[in-house]
Every structure is written in structure tokens, then in C-alpha cells.
């Protein structure tokens, strides 16, 4: 089987380890699959961590690393997200 049940399901990051020349961009799509592809309620954040630690590990220089690492610190610091706020009414 390829992947982890729990945290690649559909054994994309397992493949991406694989393809010989990978770039960032191929990447970054693949972990958007990926992501879109976790079950309800799972910790992405706890995934996340499993995932470099399994595939990452000796795998510094591979940009699928780089990508998982910085969905990781990603989540550590949230953005607000959206327009302008609106300011209250004199």
C-alpha cells in the first residue's frame, strides 16, 4: 500500500517522493490535492508533522519538504484574511 492511511490516504506525498525532478509548483499542487483530500476533523497540524517526519527525513533538499514545511509554519502564524475592516460610524 502506498501511504499512510491516516495521513496520505490517497498516497499522494508518498508519490511525490518518487517523481524524479519534481518542481516547487508540482508540489505545492499535490499538497492542495492532498489537503483537499483529508477526511473531516483530522488534525492537518498533526499530519503534517507525521508526514516530514516519515518522508522529509534525509529528504532536506527535495522541494515536496520544503512545501510540507511551510504548510506547517503556515499554521503557526494565522493572517486575518479578507478586505478592509470596516471602521465603526461617527
Same mark, same amino acid.
Given at each position: #500500500? *502506498?501511504? +499512510? !492511511?491516516?495521513?496520505? !490516504?490517497?498516497?499522494?506525498?508518498?508519490?511525490?517522493?518518487?517523481?524524479?525532478?519534481?518542481?516547487?509548483?508540482?508540489?505545492?499542487?499535490?499538497? =492542495? +490535492?492532498?489537503? =483537499?483530500? #483529508?477526511?473531516? $476533523?483530522?488534525?492537518? &497540524?498533526?499530519? =503534517?508533522? *507525521?508526514?516530514?517526519?516519515?518522508? $522529509?527525513?534525509? @529528504?532536506?533538499?527535495? !522541494? #515536496?519538504?520544503?512545501? =510540507?514545511?511551510?504548510?506547517?509554519? @503556515?499554521?503557526?502564524?494565522?493572517?486575518?484574511?479578507?478586505?478592509?475592516? @470596516? &471602521?465603526?460610524? @461617527?
Amino acid at each position: #500500500m *502506498k501511504g +499512510d !492511511p491516516e495521513t496520505d !490516504p490517497k498516497g499522494l506525498i508518498y508519490e511525490a517522493y518518487r517523481i524524479e525532478n519534481i518542481t516547487p509548483a508540482e508540489c505545492r499542487t499535490i499538497f =492542495l +490535492d492532498w489537503a =483537499l483530500s #483529508m477526511a473531516e $476533523g483530522t488534525d492537518t &497540524r498533526v499530519a =503534517l508533522q *507525521k508526514l516530514i517526519a516519515q518522508y $522529509g527525513a534525509g @529528504s532536506d533538499d527535495h !522541494p #515536496m519538504t520544503a512545501v =510540507l514545511t511551510a504548510g506547517l509554519d @503556515s499554521m503557526a502564524t494565522p493572517r486575518r484574511r479578507g478586505g478592509w475592516r @470596516s &471602521r465603526p460610524r @461617527s
